[in-house]
Each structure stands twice: as C-alpha cells, then as structure tokens.
C-alpha cells in the first residue's frame, strides 16, 4: 500500500510542479523552455535524492531488515525443498525431507491460475484507465473556459484522486476483499467510456472535472485492494513471485490501454 500511495504521491508531485512551472514562466520570453528546464532540473535532483536514501538509509529500517530477514529465511526453505526434489543431498537432507511438503514451493503457473481474476482484475484496471488518461484528457476534453490550463487541472485532479483513492482501503470497513465484488466493481468502470464520450461532447467543464477525478479515485481505490489482498495466505517467495505475474499484467494492461487510446479518433479523420 506504501509503495502503491508512494507512486501516485510522485504524480501529485509532477502535476504541482508543472502547474508552478506554467504559473511562473507563462507570460515570459522563452517560458516554455525556461519551465521545462526548471521541471527537469527539479525532478533529477530528486531522483538523485531518492537514489542515495535507497542505497544508504533504506537497508538500515528496522521493519526493511525484519522483512528481509523473514523472505530469506522462507526462501531458503522452499529452496532446500527444490534440492531435495532433484536428489541433491545437503547437510540437512533429513530436516528437507521431513519439511518438504510443509515447505513446497507453489510454481508461478500455479499461482496464476489460483489468482487468475486477480490477474484479469489489474490488467483490466489499466486498461481502462490509460485508454482514458491521460490522453483523451488532452486532446478530446470539449469547450471550456480554462484555456491552456484545463488539461492540466484535470491530469492534476485525476493524480490527487489517484492518491486519496490508495488510502481508503486503510479503513477496513470501506476495503473491498470479496474477488467478485472486486470483478464486478471493475467491470462497471468501463462506464466511464461513454460517459467520457458524452461529456466531452455535450457537456462542460464542471462535469468532466468530475469524471476525471472519480476516475483517479477508482483507479488508486482499486488497484490497492487488487495486489493487497491476492498475496495473502502465502509464504514469502511465493508472494513474491505472484507479485511478479501481478505486475506483468498490470504493465500489459498500460500498454493495452495506451494502444487502444487512439480509437478516440476515430470518425475524426482518422
């Protein structure tokens, strides 16, 4: 969930920069350059910052080290569990064999197919979302009265929804783990497609404000409750590895989705 909010927090971050940066260098000579320099200058100085603290501060965290320590150790028995399988003989081959059922590794074929929703769940997530934003919200958002600075709000709104989205599963009455409530919840996301249609079309900017941050809520809501509660009930390497399948099919699905936005143009001289 940390890493989850820690992601959408840098989307927060990007959008307020940018919209400081246009704020700042709007009416200047050169301001667009003069800005984005400034962006970029900003953002490596940052990354440069997280840089060190992962390699230097990261590591020394109590809880870091607790989990860590806990994954290795698991890991290692699932790991003398596979050498006892293919007849290698250790110093504690009496411990394996009496341990390797209890110990026995899930295979990643076998995780996908006992948390297939889950995998359809977050390909579906972004599938959706990037076939939406950010660039529908770009170039297809109708008449406004904001100018220049309307899709930037709205990227801005969607990022900020986005990241309050990813707290609410803290509250454990408002979290959603039921594996069907979930499918349906991101089945009915795909709502969004014509009412995005119709909005840009018919209606104002008040309206597709709204959308575009009931999008961004949806998405950090979902995409928490999906990839916090498919690891659990397994042992570490496991969940590490499901964690893997899990991001695959997330990546999928931003590429999907990033492919299927230019299907906004259609009928549009495309």
């Given at each position: 969930?940390?890493?989850?909010?820690?992601?959408?927090?840098?989307?927060?971050?990007?959008?307020?920069?940018?919209?400081?940066?246009?704020?700042?260098?709007?009416?200047?000579?050169?301001?667009?350059?003069?800005?984005?320099?400034?962006?970029?200058?900003?953002?490596?100085?940052?990354?440069?910052?997280?840089?060190?603290?992962?390699?230097?501060?990261?590591?020394?965290?109590?809880?870091?080290?607790?989990?860590?320590?806990?994954?290795?150790?698991?890991?290692?028995?699932?790991?003398?569990?596979?050498?006892?399988?293919?007849?290698?003989?250790?110093?504690?081959?009496?411990?394996?064999?009496?341990?390797?059922?209890?110990?026995?590794?899930?295979?990643?074929?076998?995780?996908?197919?006992?948390?297939?929703?889950?995998?359809?769940?977050?390909?579906?997530?972004?599938?959706?979302?990037?076939?939406?934003?950010?660039?529908?919200?770009?170039?297809?958002?109708?008449?406004?009265?904001?100018?220049?600075?309307?899709?930037?709000?709205?990227?801005?709104?969607?990022?900020?929804?986005?990241?309050?989205?990813?707290?609410?599963?803290?509250?454990?009455?408002?979290?959603?783990?039921?594996?069907?409530?979930?499918?349906?919840?991101?089945?009915?996301?795909?709502?969004?497609?014509?009412?995005?249609?119709?909005?840009?079309?018919?209606?104002?900017?008040?309206?597709?404000?709204?959308?575009?941050?009931?999008?961004?809520?949806?998405?950090?809501?979902?995409?928490?409750?999906?990839?916090?509660?498919?690891?659990?009930?397994?042992?570490?390497?496991?969940?590490?590895?499901?964690?893997?399948?899990?991001?695959?099919?997330?990546?999928?699905?931003?590429?999907?989705?990033?492919?299927?936005?230019w299907m906004w143009l259609i009928g549009k001289g495309?």
């Amino acid at each position: 969930q940390s890493f989850l909010s820690g992601l959408a927090a840098s989307g927060v971050i990007t959008s307020a920069l940018r919209l400081i940066t246009k704020a700042a260098f709007e009416n200047s000579q050169n301001g667009l350059r003069n800005g984005a320099m400034l962006f970029f200058s900003v953002t490596c100085m940052f990354e440069l910052a997280c840089l060190l603290l992962y390699a230097f501060v990261f590591p020394k965290l109590p809880i870091v080290k607790y989990y860590r320590q806990k994954a290795a150790s698991e890991g290692s028995k699932t790991v003398g569990s596979d050498l006892a399988a293919a007849g290698i003989k250790t110093d504690q081959d009496r411990q394996v064999e009496e341990d390797t059922q209890k110990h026995e590794r899930l295979s990643t074929k076998e995780l996908l197919m006992q948390n297939i929703d889950y995998a359809l769940d977050i390909f579906l997530i972004y599938v959706l979302t990037l076939s939406i934003f950010p660039g529908f919200l770009s170039e297809d958002t109708g008449s406004h009265g904001l100018g220049t600075w309307y899709a930037l709000v709205l990227i801005t709104m969607y990022n900020v929804l986005d990241l309050i989205g990813r707290y609410i599963p803290l509250i454990k009455c408002l979290k959603l783990t039921n594996r069907k409530g979930l499918m349906v919840a991101i089945l009915a996301r795909f709502l969004f497609i014509p009412a995005f249609y119709f909005t840009a079309k018919y209606g104002d900017q008040g309206y597709m404000i709204f959308l575009t941050s009931f999008l961004g809520l949806t998405n950090g809501y979902l995409t928490v409750c999906v990839l916090a509660e498919a690891p659990n009930g397994y042992k570490g390497p496991e969940q590490n590895a499901l964690g893997n399948v899990l991001v695959v099919c997330l990546l999928g699905g931003i590429f999907s989705g990033v492919v299927l936005d230019w299907m906004w143009l259609i009928g549009k001289g495309w």
